[in-house]
Every structure is written in structure tokens, then in C-alpha cells.
């Protein structure tokens, strides 16, 4: 059993910065993708950013330049640094990733999702 638990989303002004953050728990052998995936209302979820075991990253070209992801390898943890926000960057924040279990079976695991609201 994998668990992904988001936090640090919330209420921004425009121009503003917030820093997500995931951890995962539970039966880890390894974790290669994590992702991060948004969702607005009325619209399908997207990719917004990847990084890989090896450090490689990427974006979706409307937050390239702003956005950043990071990971710490020791701790399970993904992070999402989103600068200089826009109303559209309004959505759910889901993480996502492929997790090596003990069992060596490799499952596509998400979290519950984190609110993120741009507005004046």
C-alpha cells in the first residue's frame, strides 16, 4: 500500500508564489516519475511537470519559466515551486507517481489533490 498526501495549496493574489509539496509513504522500494498534474473545473487533467530518478525534468509550456520541480530522493518528496501566478493556474494540483512497491510491482499511485486559487 502506497499512500501520496499533497499540502501547500491555498489562496494567492496574482503575481504571487506557493510551494507544493508530496510525500509518499508506505511500501517504497523505489520511486522513479513524479509528476505533477493540475485539473480546472469543466476541463481534463494535464501534465504540468515531471522529474525523473535522475534529475531530468519537464513542463507544460504554459508554466516553463515559472514553475519548478524538485525532488528530495531520501525523503519521497516531490515539490512544485509555481512563481509569478496566473488566474488560469486556478485548478487542482494532483501528485503522481510510478512507485516501486516491495513486491517489485510498479504502480501508478496519486494523491487527493490540493486546491490552488490565483485571484484578487
Known sequence: QVQ??????GLVQPGGSLRLSCAASGSI???NVMDWY??????????VARIVSGGSTNYADSVKGRFTIS????????????????PED???????ADVMNTARST???WGQGT??????
Do not use: H, W
Open 29 to 31: 522500494f523505489s520511486i
Open 38 to 47: 493540475r485539473q480546472a473545473p469543466g476541463k481534463q487533467r494535464n501534465l
Open 90 to 96: 486556478t485548478a487542482v494540483y494532483y501528485c503522481s
Open 71 to 86: 525532488r528530495d530522493s531520501a525523503k519521497n518528496t516531490v515539490y512544485l515551486q509555481m512563481n509569478s501566478l496566473k
Open 4 to 9: 501520496l498526501v499533497e499540502s501547500g495549496g
Open 107 to 109: 504502480i501508478r499511485s
Open 115 to 120: 486546491q490552488v486559487t490565483v485571484s484578487s
